[in-house]
């Protein structure tokens, strides 16, 4: 770090109201005018300053690749090689996914606390050597996946799976502390969920699970390399890079004088990004199933339709960045569920109404903003709720059960639906019910919140 | 779809409900190259090229707001062109054609049973018409603006200040907000009894959007080297609605400058509560 980073003065976070845009401070246009609202990243640059640069192309490149992995091969290649290629039932294939599902949280629960515990969430060495274990299993799990004969064998392969999951998790997510200063973690989060669906949006065109295994395997394996030598081989870069986390560790809303991220505000966020999760995956999985939807966005024969849903990721993911840095996270979420409530309202009206005709782009189009803002606020939230004592534990809580019990629960859910022949309008008007709640909830309990500040404020 | 096509669209959609169709059910054609078969439901198209084929009939009226529509057809009810471009061959039979802009040829062989129409500006030359509707709009917001830098000086300050010192965020807000407004907007319109609702909000969003960019000639003014500050303003907005409008015209870089002005305008408008509060993006440590 040159002396002008060490020495100016911490802008200390205020509590202040959610309800506020922002309050006006005097020290705060000072701040402004002094660093400009401008990412650490360019002060970086400009002084060249390359080992944190390293730290943030790292953790780019890490969480693009392993989200990507996730968005394809997890979610796209397991449902396509248990049904298509092994012929399973379609119930069977999502009792397995429910498996994955509960495996990858116990493991990531168990991981995040044993993290925490041993103190391993702040040793940026031992995380790299988690990883790197994990990349080679999901290298050797990526290998194996064409040659997958029995329902039996797909069962050990999906359990093996769903625990490399689960380490990975809470070990990639905390990174975040180790090499991603507060200033700057909008944007650090915003370019993986901005870049993961971009790619995933392009490519695979078409799912075929040899050509895509073998790419990804060519593509895995220096990078399965690189890491084992970061993590195994002494290196100033790893010892430097380690050293950052006393600086860029404790996450944004736990900042001294004012910690806004009490074990309460956590269970809020674990619960406000759970039914962000389970509303997307109960409307999303049966909006997947309509091929009237499916073809005319994200299965489009037509590339020009697939381009405009990638750079609407990479928009929406900007945009989420922005406004996570320049607002409280309560904002964010508050869109969050508003896109999502306005995505589910575009998709009934349009069923109610036309539905023979060609869906306007405008519906996976709002869908998408809602996907890129949720995504871009998971990876930041978790990290910025904790200080280097719970990063492990919460990160590990939170994407696991936001991320991966919700997507659990809402695939039985719409499974049982779907067996149960309820018609599609129905289904997503339940979903739309619930989206509308929650779009009615949140601000409510925006305000509630403000109120019962304001009642403690007062002289007694 | 444009900007330009969404008053269209909801005038188009403000007539269907007086014509009387039956207005659950419109087809809205805003993209692509389409053949219609026969259909029930009223027509409205958009930025589109829609042929009605000979051998088809249509017992429901049609709405041509911009785009291509070649009619060949027979169409039983009421067809209206509000803008776009019109074409109606020999063998085609219309109930009324109404025509209230856009550019139409009917073939002489052609049966339209009434023609009716409300030429609001025809025979005039079209860039003179261009011409003077900017100077018009340069004129108004600038007069806006002189006197709001008279009675309102504090407000239009802080809307400035808040696109100079933030302008990501103040254009990320916008964008945002524009984005959802306009869905939202449509959206609403397509249900018909929010259709008043929506002419409002498209209203609001015109002054917001007009406040923004009256802030940043403020902000444009006060470089100028001009002594008395309402005049001042008054020239920084006209000489920035005038750029706008020149700037529009190169491609690409043009269109990325002014929807930047026009975005990062409507986002401070919103993030200043309309310039009654400073806005002070959330602290963060460095």
Excluded at chain 2, 58 to 87: C, E, K, M, S
Excluded at chain 2, 107 to 116: G, I, K
Excluded at chain 2, 121 to 144: N, P, Q
Aim: glycine fraction near 8%; hydrophobic fraction near 55%.
């Amino acid at each position: 770090m040159t002396a002008r980073h060490a020495h100016q003065p911490v802008d200390r976070p205020v509590r202040q109201s959610v309800l506020a845009v922002g309050s006006p401070r005097a020290t705060d246009a000072a701040t402004a005018a002094r660093t400009g609202g401008r990412l650490r990243l360019v002060d970086l640059i400009a002084d060249r300053e390359w080992v944190p640069i390293a730290g943030y192309a790292f953790y780019v490149a890490l969480l693009t690749a392993g989200y990507y992995y996730n968005l394809t091969f997890v979610q796209l290649g397991l449902i396509d090689l248990g049904s298509n290629r092994l012929g399973m039932t379609r119930s069977s294939v999502s009792l397995v996914m429910a498996v994955l599902a509960l495996v990858a949280l116990a493991v990531s629960v168990a991981g995040g606390v044993a993290m925490d515990r041993r103190g391993w969430s702040r040793d940026l060495r031992v995380k790299l050597r988690g990883l790197t274990a994990v990349a080679a299993v999901q290298l050797a799990l990526t290998v194996l996946a064409p040659l997958l004969r029995t329902p039996e064998g797909f069962v050990v392969w999906v359990v093996a799976c769903a625990a490399t999951i689960g380490v990975g998790m809470p070990v990639t997510f905390s990174f975040m502390a180790d090499l991603i200063p507060v200033r700057d973690r909008g944007f650090a989060a915003a370019v993986p969920a901005g870049l993961a669906f971009f790619v995933a949006a392009l490519y695979p065109q078409q799912w075929r699970v040899e050509e895509f295994s073998a790419v990804m395997a060519v593509v895995m394996a220096p990078a399965v390399v690189v890491l084992a030598v970061l993590a195994f081989r002494p290196s100033q870069l790893v010892d430097r890079l380690a050293g950052q986390q006393a600086q860029f560790g404790p996450g944004r809303y736990t900042r001294p004088p004012a910690s806004t991220a009490s074990t309460a505000v956590f269970a809020l966020a674990v619960a406000a990004m759970f039914a962000v999760f389970f509303i997307d995956s109960l409307g999303f999985l049966r909006i997947i199933d309509t091929p009237a939807y499916i073809s005319t966005s994200w299965q489009s024969p037509d590339l020009g339709v697939r381009i405009f849903i990638a750079v609407a990721h990479v928009v929406g993911a900007a945009m989420a960045g922005v406004l996570y840095t320049a607002f409280d996270w309560r904002w964010l979420l508050v869109w969050v569920f508003g896109l999502f409530a306005f995505t589910h309202l575009l998709y009934t009206f349009h069923l109610r109404t036309a539905a023979d005709a060609v869906p306007p782009l405008v519906l996976p189009g709002v869908y998408v903003l809602a996907v890129a803002f949720y995504t871009t606020l998971n990876f930041a939230l978790w990290p910025d709720l904790s200080t280097s004592r719970t990063i492990g534990t919460r990160c590990a809580v939170g994407v696991g059960v936001a991320g991966w019990l919700a997507s659990f629960l809402s695939t039985s859910v719409a499974l049982a639906s779907d067996a149960a022949d309820v018609p599609l309008l129905t289904h997503l008007r339940y979903v739309d019910a619930l989206a509308l709640l929650l779009v009615a909830a949140v601000p409510l309990a925006l305000y509630a919140a403000r109120v019962r500040a304001l009642a403690r404020q007062e002289p007694s | 779809m444009t900007l330009e096509l969404l008053p269209m669209l909801l005038l188009s959609l403000l007539l269907l409900t007086s014509d009387g169709a039956d207005a659950g059910v419109a087809r809205l054609v805003l993209s692509g190259d389409h053949r219609l078969d026969a259909t029930d439901e009223a027509v409205i198209v958009g930025d589109a090229t829609v042929t009605i084929p000979a051998d088809t009939e249509i017992p429901a009226p049609v709405y041509v707001i911009g785009g291509t529509t070649r009619i060949d057809g027979t169409v039983r009810a009421r067809v209206t062109q509000i803008a776009g471009t019109l074409t109606v061959g020999g063998d085609a039979r219309i109930a009324e054609l109404r025509h209230i802009g856009g550019t139409y040829t009917i073939h002489p062989d052609a049966e339209v049973a009434r023609r009716t129409s409300v030429d609001l500006a025809t025979g005039t030359d079209t860039r003179l018409r261009s011409v003077v509707a900017l100077a018009l709009v340069a004129g108004l917001l600038a007069a806006v603006g002189a006197r709001l830098e008279h009675t309102r000086r504090r407000n239009l300050d802080t809307i400035a200040r808040a696109v100079a010192r933030h302008p990501v965020v103040t254009a990320t807000v916008g964008a945002l907000l524009t984005i959802t407004a306009l869905s939202l907007l449509v959206f609403m319109a397509f249900t018909l009894v929010l259709i008043p609702v929506s002419i409002l909000g498209l209203l609001v969003g015109v002054i917001v959007a007009a406040l923004g960019v009256v802030a940043w000639g403020h902000r444009l003014g006060q470089l100028l080297p001009l002594q008395r500050p309402h005049v001042a303003t008054a020239a920084g907005v006209a000489s920035l609605v005038v750029a706008l409008q020149l700037l529009g015209a190169v491609p690409i870089v043009g269109d990325a400058v002014v929807g930047f002005i026009a975005l990062s305008g409507v986002g401070a408008v919103v993030v200043t509560y309309l310039g009654f509060t400073d806005f002070h993006p959330a602290p963060l440590p460095d």
